[in-house]
């Protein structure tokens, strides 16, 4: 009797394995350009793999450009995120529910430097980025940054973006206009906004490029 009993109730698991098999995460965008070498380390996983253009993207994956490298990536919300060489970018908070009128991301920067161009138009959206020393809050932009660990250095191309220091015991944030820039050490609020000469925010665009 017992045996039969265990035997149904394998025969359960069995039957509700196959009618309800793992949801697979949603992907959240997809490389829509890269030149050189770029690799993602996926959630839950311990090496890394090459990153291929149309690739799909997930919540919770780190991304790494090696030298010489750049890499395009183009999100479900129309966000675009360029990334110049030797750049780790971590996905580590990504809801996008249009029905729900909610648009919520947060993206890390480790080191290197990046290009972030979006339009956020829903009701309650916010979208972060941090680096070691900085936290850059947007509605809808484009804006360059250059993280090291000692400094972040960040220019508006278009519309506006806040900056403060990321320990929240050091008051202070700035709005960046177009063409302004502001540099945030880890010890310290955000300079005050200046305007940057063509030749520096050029220089910017260009290491941010995607050819």
Do not use: K
Not at 59 to 74: F, N, Q, S
């Amino acid at each position: 009797m017992y045996g039969r009993i265990a035997s149904l109730g394998l025969l359960l698991i069995v039957l509700w394995s196959t009618a309800s098999p793992a949801q697979a995460p949603a992907s959240i965008g997809t490389v829509d350009a890269l030149v050189g070498d770029c690799t993602v380390v996926r959630f839950g996983e311990s090496g890394g793999r090459a990153l291929a253009v149309g690739a799909a993207l997930y919540e919770g994956d780190r991304i790494r450009t090696e030298a010489g490298a750049r890499l395009r990536l183009a999100f479900v919300d129309g966000t675009v995120v360029q990334l110049g060489e030797s750049t780790d970018l971590a996905l580590d908070w990504f809801l996008h529910a249009p029905d729900a009128g909610t648009q919520n991301v947060l993206l890390r920067v480790s080191s290197g430097i990046f290009r972030v161009i979006l339009e956020l138009v829903l009701p309650r959206a916010a979208f972060e980025v941090q680096t070691t020393t900085a936290v850059a809050s947007v509605r809808g932009t484009d804006w360059i940054a250059e993280a090291t660990p000692e400094a972040t250095a960040i220019v508006a191309l278009e519309g506006q973006v806040a900056i403060r220091n990321i320990e929240p015991a050091l008051p202070g944030e700035v709005v960046l206009g177009p063409g302004e820039g502001t540099t945030v050490t880890a010890d310290a609020p955000p300079t005050a906004p200046t305007v940057w000469g063509d030749a520096r925010r050029n220089q910017f665009i260009e290491r941010t490029t995607v050819p």
